[in-house]
């Protein structure tokens, strides 16, 4: 009984030590991320010391990684607007979302210009991306959604495939 106590001590501390394999590996940057949190600032540099440039103020609005720095506590990333500054990576989210560019686009029931349209949705609209293919996507926002061309939003690709 004491051994397999030490046993489960000794695995319990070699887990501790050793770092998650999630933290070792990065994604090939740049890459397509989103801000996680209702308020995040971006700086002119890797760290808290850096002056402050920016103040967002929106959940999921898109952003393009471009850079990794101390093992993913701090991010280089440009925004819709082609910003770029560091952001802390506890503010950061891999979820995929796009921003509406342009003029009032359609939502359609399937994949295709002859689809049906169930919404419209204005510049600057964010929404959840998901089944990226052919030149279109799927795009929630606050559960209305259909799928919009890709050209028509910030946050994919060209002829990038998501599922």
């Not at 999921?60 to 471009?66: E, F, I």
């Not at 295709?112 to 991306?129: D, K, M, Q």
Request: aromatic share 10%; with cysteine; charged share 20%.
């Amino acid at each position: 009984m004491r051994s397999a106590g030490r046993m489960i001590l000794a695995v319990t501390i070699v887990a501790l030590a050793v770092p998650s394999f999630a933290a070792l590996v990065t994604k090939k940057t740049p890459y397509f991320g989103s801000i996680a949190a209702g308020k995040a600032r971006m700086r002119t540099g890797p760290g808290r010391s850096y002056p402050s440039s920016w103040l967002y103020q929106r959940a999921d609005l898109p952003v393009k990684v471009l850079d990794i720095y101390d093992h993913g506590a701090w991010y280089k990333v440009e925004d819709p607007g082609g910003i770029q500054g560091w952001m802390m990576g506890s503010l950061l989210s891999e979820t995929r979302t796009g921003l509406v560019m342009g003029t009032v686009a359609e939502l359609r029931d399937s994949p295709r210009e002859g689809g049906r349209i169930r919404w419209r949705v204005a510049p600057g609209v964010v929404g959840r991306l998901s089944k990226c293919a052919r030149g279109w996507c799927y795009f929630d926002s606050r559960g209305r959604g259909g799928y919009i061309e890709a050209v028509r939003l910030w946050g994919v690709e060209p002829g990038e495939v998501l599922n």
